[in-house]
């Protein structure tokens, strides 16, 4: 699985971005896939995950209320819609993939190369 994550960028705070991350996989559908962050000096922590169907979603409460997280399976699309955003939030942000339970958000095994989002006060 290939995983190509796009539309990290510089925003001022309050502000919103989309990301999405492209698979290179023939069964999409089939995979739990995910939004993880890195910020400097921090470990990387799960932002938002969704099933494979689409149809369950989990957030950290640091994003809850304000990202969102789709998919589309006819396109091989995941998405990240991030709305009012804070200085904290700025991080490099990595899609991942993984079949089996999109829940258990340590257990992901395909990452993308990440994009970076930047938020100025």
């Known amino acids: 699985v290939q995983l190509q994550a796009s539309g990290g960028g510089l925003v001022q705070a309050g502000g919103s971005l989309r990301l999405s991350c492209v698979a290179s996989?023939?069964?999409?559908?089939?995979?739990?896939m995910g939004w993880f962050r890195q910020a400097p000096g921090k470990e990387r922590e799960v932002a938002a995950v969704i099933s494979w169907s689409g149809g369950s979603t989990y957030y950290s409460d640091s994003v809850k209320g304000r990202f969102t997280i789709s998919r589309d399976n006819a396109t091989n699309t995941v998405y990240l819609q991030m709305n009012s955003l804070k200085p904290e939030d700025t991080a490099v942000y990595y899609c991942a993939a993984k079949r089996g339970s999109y829940i258990i958000v340590n257990s992901y095994d395909y990452w993308g190369q990440g994009t970076q989002v930047t938020v100025s006060s």
């Open positions: 996989v023939r069964t999409f559908s089939i995979y739990s």
